[in-house]
């Protein structure tokens, strides 16, 4: 099998491990083949857009989704370490309202199936961190919305040190109760 799969307390969110080559001259890995994502996890999708970002410490980014045009997401990271987090906004799902967190890094180099129907955002925990991901569609500006990090009613357990720096589309993201949903 080429990656190992892990589905998270939200059966729909997967953890992947690509296999991964290592001798003396360092690794090698194949951070995606689209055969070999479906046969891991079920799922044939057709990614558009590779996204490219770099942070630093205690940079929170998210959390953000799409209502139209919305994206699935395969992150990984290439530096450093985050703590990545997904909240599912699907009316029909058991699990609507709930959230889960995973450390990504360089070093573990998991990487995370985010479905589309989700809020994604992260907080880089080491001193810098960059991070690759890829879309199922592209960014549509007109419908991407913020979903408040700091929601008390989701009670996501960032591991942030002090205030995190934040965009201003993120600290004025709504709360859940008046965010828009998926259906």
């Known amino acids: 099998m080429p990656y190992t799969v892990t589905p998270t307390e939200i059966p729909d969110v997967l953890i992947l491990e690509p296999k991964i080559f290592r001798d003396a001259r360092g690794f090698f890995l194949e951070s995606f083949n ?3 994502f479906a046969l ?5 999708q057709h990614f558009v857009q590779d996204n490219h970002s770099k942070s630093s410490e205690n940079v929170l980014r ?3 989704y799409q209502i139209k045009n919305p994206q699935g997401k395969l992150v990984r990271v290439t530096e450093g370490e985050i703590y990545d987090v997904v909240v599912d906004l699907r009316r029909s799902s ?5 959230w889960v967190g995973v ?3 360089s070093t573990n180099m998991k990487q995370l199936w985010v479905p589309e129907g989700f ?4 907080v880089v925990t080491s001193a810098e961190a960059q991070l690759l991901y890829k879309t199922t569609d592209y960014w ?6 913020s979903l408040l990090w700091s929601d008390p009613s989701l ?3 960032w591991p942030i040190k002090g205030k995190p720096i934040l965009a201003k589309k993120d600290e004025e993201g709504r709360l859940f109760v008046d965010s828009e949903h998926f259906e």
């Open 140 to 145: 549509s500006p007109d419908h991407e919305r």
């Open 94 to 98: 058991k699990t609507f309202g709930k």
């Open 119 to 122: 809020a994604h955002g992260f």
């Open 40 to 44: 891991a996890t079920g799922k044939e």
């Open 103 to 105: 450390a990504l890094s």
């Open 34 to 36: 689209a055969r070999d």
């Open 155 to 157: 009670g996501i357990k």
């Open 62 to 64: 998210g959390l953000h």
